[in-house]
């Protein structure tokens, strides 16, 4: 059975802390994502990751880094973490091809207090 | 940039009816769609891949059209049940990247008895 993990299923958070979301998965997949999903606004991509020690940003990097050390783990870093990152946090992976489907984890609800 | 928009936030039908949910996408021409199932506090999961070169697809009860003219995706269920009540994300691959996903923001699909 194939499987992301996210390290926390709910965090909570002080202002201004710094905040590690780790993700492992067990496919060999070279491609990871870490989305935020907010109610209204769908889930956003904030980084994506091709190979180790590779990544792109997405389209809300801002406030965020990520690392890519071994293949099957991607964490993301809130270097300061603040009110608005307040959020559920997705991470997922696939592997590298046009149109390959994408495995979840099952979340991280941080609460940024 | 791309955009992708779902119609409907929420919809609400009757059991047995067929439940339709439209995707739309601009400023881009995807070489495929796919179409995940969210419950809630879950990730996505996924459930139909359709290329540009194909009409249409089927699973089940389920159906996804394609239409790179009108650049409309439809999902379709038949016969719907309580139990398919749920969020359903359209995903396109990214304009600047196809390994990236990116989402539509979701319609969230109630199914009554």
């Known amino acids: 059975d194939v499987k992301v993990t996210q390290s926390s299923r709910y965090l909570v958070k002080r202002t201004g802390e710094k905040v590690f979301l780790e993700c492992v998965q067990d496919?060999?997949?070279?491609?990871m994502f870490w989305y935020r999903q907010d109610p209204g606004l769908g889930l956003r991509l904030i980084y994506f990751?091709?190979?180790?020690?590779?990544?792109e940003k997405g389209d809300i990097p801002e406030g965020y880094s990520v690392s890519r050390e071994k293949k099957e783990r991607f964490s993301l870093i809130l270097e300061s973490a603040s009110t608005n990152q307040t959020s559920m946090y997705l991470c997922?992976?696939?592997?590298?091809?046009?149109?390959?489907?994408?495995?979840f984890g099952q979340g991280t609800r941080l609460t940024v207090v | 940039s791309q955009k992708i928009e779902q119609n409907s936030e929420a919809l609400n039908i009757q059991e047995g009816k067929t439940a339709t949910l439209t995707c739309n996408y601009t400023?881009?021409?995807?070489?495929?769609l796919q179409w995940y199932r969210q419950d809630p506090g879950r990730g996505p999961v996924f459930l139909l891949l359709?290329?540009?070169?194909?009409k249409e697809k089927r699973k089940e009860r389920l159906k996804v059209t394609f239409d790179t003219t009108l650049k409309q995706s439809l999902f379709h269920i038949t016969a719907s049940q309580p139990a398919d009540s749920a969020t359903y994300l359209c995903?396109?691959?990214?304009?600047?990247?196809?390994?990236?996903?990116?989402f539509g923001s979701g319609t969230r699909l109630s199914i009554r008895p």
């Open positions: 997922a992976s696939n592997s590298q091809g046009r149109d390959t489907e994408a495995f």
């Open positions: 496919m060999d997949h070279e491609n």
């Open positions: 990751s091709y190979d180790v020690k590779m990544k």
């Open positions: 400023n881009y021409s995807p070489a495929y």
């Open positions: 359709i290329r540009e070169n194909e």
């Open positions: 995903a396109p691959p990214g304009y600047s990247s196809a390994s990236k996903i990116i």
